[in-house]
């Protein structure tokens, strides 16, 4: 019993109660040095993170190659299908497939906005003097003569998917009417291809 009328606890019990005290502070600092230890120096990674990265970085590495292969086989095939229509420049008979189609309808959507472009930036200050005046003249000779050059190809391949379509070539002729025709040529153009037995219809009605 001490002065005070309470029971004295054993040295050991008092020594335990003080160590409980402290622990929250030790186990905080045997837990620092242990993650010190356990990841090493600042900036030096260890052979679990190691281990880890390798796989995440070959995985990246992985689908970089994949997306490029991808594209290379996308611009292959757009590359194949623009010089297959080049190649049949005014050939009217025969059949063109949707893919061919449609790659030579985007090579030429992306003419027109890169004639474009040039026209936005000769013109784009607003200036009228001899050579912005010189360089629209010229901007415009060079759209000119691509419409005169894409014209004859873009409606071979056009009538060559109407054949592959199995539809008369002559239906290309609804691109006169305004707005309406060119609606109905574009749900023509999606149609899937027939059968190559099929014979071309312009050539059965000539036959």
């Known amino acids: 019993m001490d002065p005070a009328g309470h029971p004295r606890r054993p040295p050991r019990e008092r020594a335990r109660g003080c160590t409980a005290a402290r622990r929250p502070g030790l186990l905080r600092a045997w837990s620092g040095r242990a993650r010190r230890r356990h990841r090493g120096p600042v900036g ?9 990265r390798a796989p995440a970085e070959s995985s990246l590495t992985a689908r970089l190659a994949g997306a490029v292969t991808g594209l290379r086989a996308v611009a292959a095939q757009a590359a194949g299908a623009v010089a297959s ?3 049949h420049y005014a050939t009217f008979s025969g059949r063109a497939t949707r893919r061919e189609f449609w790659w030579w309808s985007a090579f ?3 003419v027109v906005t890169v004639v474009a472009l040039i026209q936005l930036l000769v013109l784009g200050d607003g ?7 010189a360089a629209s003249f010229g901007t415009e000779i060079l759209a000119a003569l691509l419409v005169l050059a ?3 190809p873009s ?3 056009l ?5 592959d379509a199995n539809l008369s070539g002559w239906y290309a002729l609804l691109g006169l009417i305004p707005l309406l025709g060119a609606l109905m040529l574009l749900a ?11 014979p071309v219809p312009d050539a059965a009605s000539t036959a």
């Open 150 to 152: 894409l014209f004859v």
């Open 85 to 87: 229509v080049a190649g």
């Open 159 to 163: 009538v060559r998917r109407l054949h």
């Open 44 to 52: 030096v990674t260890t052979r679990r993170e190691d281990r880890t």
């Open 127 to 133: 200036t009228r003097g001899a050579v912005a005046v």
């Open 108 to 110: 030429l959507a992306a």
């Open 188 to 198: 023509v153009a999606l149609l899937p291809s027939a059968a190559t037995e099929t």
């Open 155 to 157: 409606q071979a391949v």
